[in-house]
């Protein structure tokens, strides 16, 4: 994805957000050649930066009893967004991770397919959950995630990224949620 990053449609926070657009680090040719990585560690190591993310996304968890987290920077977003919004956290890992698992979801990818797992004795029927990730790329992790939160018999109430990268249409995979990015690229 090439150009700036941007802050997505209107927010509270708009001019706290446009700083924390300028913190998201180009990384060329990571993972591999031809890759244009956007790093957003430096707005997680930023106090402010990490506040204003974390606010923002909290005001849009609503009505939720659960915020769920995917693995890995998902879940310090999602444990801040838990503690401001006032819900529990609960996991989405990578297969493996997991001593009880409540539920499996494998999933393709670009090249190849992944798995993602729900921990047992977290998510109740009736439950009503907001997911929460760093990026929103292709949306495979997402509605994976989705899905397993589902499966468990919770419904989920929405997905909110800190970054989209609107040229992989995601979003199109989670045509069914109200789908929140505070950035896009």
């Known amino acids: 994805m090439t150009g700036p990053v941007a802050v997505a449609g209107a927010h509270g926070s708009a001019p706290e957000l446009e700083r924390v657009a300028g913190l998201v680090r180009d990384v060329p ?13 430096p707005v997680l ?29 998902g879940f310090l977003l999602g444990a801040a967004v ?12 990578k ?18 397919t992944a798995t993602v797992e729900l921990p047992a004795d977290t998510v109740f029927p009736g439950a009503r959950v907001f997911l929460v990730d760093d990026v929103l790329a292709t949306g495979g992790t997402a509605a994976a995630s989705a899905e397993l939160l589902r499966e468990a018999g919770a419904t989920v109430v929405g997905f909110g990224a800190l970054l989209e990268l ?20």
């Open 45 to 73: 190591a930023d106090a402010e930066a990490f506040t204003a993310v974390t606010t923002e996304l909290a005001s849009l968890v609503g009505e939720a009893d659960l915020v769920a987290g995917i693995e890995a920077r």
């Open 29 to 41: 040719d990571y993972p591999s050649p031809g890759i244009l990585f956007r790093d957003v560690t």
């Open 82 to 93: 838990a503690v401001v919004a006032g819900t529990g956290i609960v996991p989405i890992r």
């Open 95 to 112: 297969a493996g991770k997991l001593p009880l698992v409540a539920a499996t979801r494998t999933y393709e990818l670009e090249y190849g």
């Open 166 to 185: 609107t040229g992989l249409n995601g979003r199109q995979r989670l045509d069914d949620l109200p789908v929140h990015a505070l950035l896009t690229v």
